[in-house]
């Protein structure tokens, strides 16, 4: 299948990066989607979880570019690049995971002080806390329930030397909601 190949060849290019939480790129997709499964999330829902940031395995800055300043927007990106392979309940989720971090940081009580310092550096790139018509916005979005739960895995997948299933496991989830 053309879309389980392009996935390998991009954790096969990047996936070894530092994710800058002590895990590389590889290690916290799968976290994520192993915390999506155990949960019982749909499988599109665990196929968005797992390839969430398969925006930054899409560009070729370096794996510290958010250290000079620059936001990537890996979340516009990766979601862009999915939709030519799955619908919008895997590719929308993947854009909103980022809105998701600033509606959470803005919204829930406590959750801006339990990011990490790179999620805090990321935050502020990415534009910060959300004004109350930017929540309004992100809460008429139609797959920002699923944006928010996919956050909470992102936040979740960061542990080093957990050991999860390996991507193949997630294999019969990309196959079934890949476009035919």
Do not use: N
């Not at 019982?40 to 958010?66: C, F, K, N, S």
Request: proline share 4%; net charge negative.
């Amino acid at each position: 299948m053309k879309v389980m190949r392009e996935i390998r060849r991009a954790f096969d290019k990047r996936g070894l990066e530092s994710y800058g939480e002590g895990v590389s790129q590889l290690e916290h997709a799968l976290q994520c989607a192993y915390c999506a499964e155990r949960d019982g999330a749909t499988p599109a829902l665990i196929v968005a979880t797992l390839l969430h940031d398969i925006g930054h395995m899409l560009h070729d800055l370096p794996e510290d570019i958010a250290d000079h300043g620059v936001d990537t927007q890996h979340e516009s990106l990766g979601s862009a690049w999915l939709s030519q392979y799955f619908g919008p309940e895997v590719s929308e989720p993947v854009r909103l995971h980022v809105p998701a971090k600033r509606y959470l940081a803005t919204r829930e009580k406590g959750y801006y002080d339990l990011l990490s310092e790179a999620s805090l550096l990321s935050l502020k790139l990415q534009g910060g806390l959300m004004s109350e018509d930017e929540m309004k916005a992100f809460e008429h979005e139609p797959y920002h329930r699923d944006g928010i739960q996919l956050r909470r895995w992102d936040d979740e997948g960061k542990i080093p030397g957990w050991e999860v299933p390996d991507l193949g496991h997630f294999e019969k989830f990309i196959e079934a909601c890949a476009a035919r």
